[in-house]
């Protein structure tokens, strides 16, 4: 089964970077952030930390189209073409629907889109969640999931939209330690070549998964420069290099 | 489970129990307050005459739920997919239900005849309006991560609608339509009150005048059974058709 998913996963789709020039953000009549600038580079996995409240899912939500941009905000992506429905995006929340079973989960996206399912949706689907070890569960309602097979469930499901941009808002966070871990591990492999932005306030995850790691604090916000850890993701989370980094991670999202 | 078939009886048994000490207590004559054992050799003995108007009224029943479900439903989907509807029909709806429906019995009466059609109409009217608030308000509270998400996979206004908010509002619809099964046989009833030639109603009415008292408690009570078994039928198949809805209330059993 795996050998049948590895084409379509790692298909050669061109990876897009994604800039944001002169980001507003007011809420409540609080700047939030103001002149803000940030770059995803294609392909890569990027990560953005920072204390809740800061801005980071906003930030998130502005590339996702869920979220109007206020003037004079620009959002860019770097092949010059749109960005709606080259995103998929990925919750805390498993979102799942209650009422259908992990495969059909798994396809809402064609079928929200009114897309023909044939053979060869559905089988790109079971592969799906095959390769998050859930190919058994295909007809398990979320109920009868725990918490990291319904995560897990909702990264086939990101992964299903075949999008080159991946938007992740704290996608392990509601999950145990070990659980985390493991859906780190297997997000990095699974996500590998695509445009991901990663928001989390895990320094640990972020330098596990991450390429390049933003720090995004203050108020009006802003974004510090790229951490880029040594090493291809996922990284161990042991590796006396990575634990050092967190150390400086901390004292940064302290100060 | 022995609890579920034993209580009930217990409190069957004791209501009888004091029906027939207040009857003996009180030494009231047969034509005010007949007892116990007198009900049951009217519904014996009048057995054809009670299910010949028994099936009139069951019948306005069906008819009523279908039609006020139906009309409930839709009207339903209609406020919450188009705006214009919702700021113009609105404001009528909730006017409407200032009108006391038993005050129009009469006319629908007079507008409809002596038949059915009047009954089905008052039980139609009267089950209207729980249908459509329950729906209506379901359709309104979706989770707002599912319309996130919807959106990011370019689901449009209408699939959304069909694959995520419609779903997601079955449990408020299926609470409505409890209360509506609950209703529809006092619309039908009060319907036959007012002007019928068949019917339990009717035959109530009917035998109160001509001082049959115990032929009135045994269409009392037959109606009563109707109703009862009605809504556990309803119930039943709502639990069937929405097995992902959390069948108890962990604070049911609590105090």
Redesign the interface.
């Known amino acids: 089964m795996h050998d049948l998913v590895r084409p379509t996963l790692s298909a050669p789709i061109p990876s897009i970077g994604v800039r944001i020039e002169g980001a507003r953000l007011t809420y409540g009549g609080v700047r939030l952030f103001d002149g803000l600038d940030f770059a995803l580079e294609g392909g890569r996995c990027t990560c953005l930390l920072g204390p809740s409240g800061v801005g980071k899912t906003t930030l998130l939500r502005l590339i996702a189209g869920l979220a109007d941009p206020e003037p004079p905000t620009k959002l860019i992506a770097e092949d010059g073409g749109p960005l709606e429905g080259r995103v998929a995006y990925m919750a805390q929340q498993d979102l799942l629907l209650p009422w259908l079973g992990a495969l059909d989960n798994v396809l809402l996206g064609p079928r929200l889109r009114g897309e023909a399912i044939g053979a060869a949706v559905v089988d790109r689907a079971r592969g799906l969640l095959d390769a998050v070890g859930l190919g058994d569960r295909l007809r398990a309602r979320p109920s009868e999931l725990s918490g990291g097979m319904r995560q897990r469930v909702a990264l086939a499901r990101t992964l299903m939209e075949d999008r080159p941009i991946v938007l992740m808002d704290e996608p392990f966070s509601a999950l145990d330690a070990i659980t985390r871990l493991r859906l780190q591990e297997m997000a990095a492999r699974l996500l590998a070549g695509k445009t991901v932005l990663l928001v989390t306030h895990d320094p640990l995850e972020a330098l596990r998964i991450g390429h390049r790691i933003h720090v995004m604090a203050g108020q009006p916000a802003e974004i510090g420069p790229a951490i880029s850890p040594e090493g291809t993701p996922p990284r161990p989370p042991d590796d006396p290099a990575l634990l050092a980094r967190q150390a400086e991670l901390l004292r940064r999202l302290a100060s | 489970m022995i609890g579920r078939v034993f209580r009930p009886m217990v409190t069957a048994v004791v209501l009888i129990a004091a029906w027939q000490a207040l009857v003996w207590g009180t030494g009231v004559p047969r034509f005010i307050l007949p007892d116990p054992a007198w009900v049951a050799v009217a519904l014996y003995e009048r057995a054809g005459t009670i299910g010949f108007h028994a099936l009139f009224t069951i019948g306005e029943i069906l008819g009523g739920l279908a039609l006020g479900i139906v009309l409930g439903a839709v009207t339903a989907l209609t406020l919450s997919y188009f705006r214009p509807a919702r700021r113009w029909l609105m404001p009528v709806l909730v006017f409407s239900q200032a009108i006391p429906v038993f005050a129009l019995a009469p006319l629908l009466v007079l507008w409809m005849g002596y038949g059915m059609a009047s009954k089905i109409a008052m039980a139609t009217l009267i089950i209207y309006f729980p249908v459509t608030s329950a729906f209506f308000d379901g359709l309104r509270r979706t989770?707002p991560?599912?319309l996130?998400?919807?959106?990011?996979?370019?689901?449009?206004r209408w699939?959304?609608l069909l694959?995520?908010r419609l779903?997601?509002a079955?449990p408020a619809f299926a609470s409505g339509l409890r209360v509506a099964t609950a209703v529809a046989p006092i619309g039908a009833v009060v319907g036959e009150w007012v002007g019928a030639s068949a019917g339990l109603g009717y035959l109530m009415l009917h035998a109160n005048g001509r001082m049959q008292v115990d032929l009135m408690f045994a269409a009392l009570l037959t109606l009563a059974v109707i109703s009862v078994a009605l809504y556990f039928a309803v119930d039943a198949l709502l639990r069937r058709a929405?097995p992902?809805q959390p069948d108890k209330n962990p604070n049911d059993e609590r105090d």
């Open positions: 989770e991560g599912w996130d998400l919807a959106r990011t996979m370019g689901g449009s699939s959304t694959r995520i779903p997601a079955l929405l992902w």
